[in-house]
């Protein structure tokens, strides 16, 4: 599965993204993140996620409209491509 968010604030690294799937989503890890800048003022990540469709669907739900960083997140899931 595939874990789409997007208005992260600008600079986040790779890093910090991979410590806000590893604390909100209970036994997920990033295996990669594909960023989309677009014109820059709502960067966006999709990220391949291990672990099951259930634990990547809470996950969505638990980031949708948190705060991180000052910026309300926006977040929805995918199958892999």
Same mark, same amino acid.
């Given at each position: 599965?595939?874990?789409? #968010?997007? =208005?992260?604030?600008? +600079?986040?690294? @790779?890093? $910090? #993204?991979?410590?806000? &799937?590893?604390?909100? +989503?209970?036994?997920? $890890?990033?295996? *990669?993140?594909? %960023?989309? @800048?677009? =014109?820059?003022?709502?960067?966006?990540?999709?990220? $391949?996620? /291990?672990?099951? %469709?259930?634990? &990547?669907? =809470?996950? *969505?739900?638990?980031? =949708?409209?948190?705060?991180?960083? +000052?910026?309300?997140?926006? *977040?929805?899931?995918?199958? /892999? /491509?």
């Amino acid at each position: 599965m595939k874990l789409w #968010i997007a =208005n992260i604030a600008p +600079g986040t690294t @790779d890093d $910090e #993204i991979k410590a806000l &799937v590893k604390k909100y +989503g209970t036994g997920l $890890e990033c295996i *990669s993140i594909q %960023r989309e @800048d677009g =014109n820059g003022s709502r960067p966006a990540a999709g990220i $391949e996620c /291990s672990g099951t %469709r259930i634990a &990547v669907g =809470n996950l *969505s739900l638990r980031l =949708n409209g948190m705060y991180w960083k +000052g910026r309300p997140l926006t *977040s929805t899931t995918s199958m /892999s /491509s």
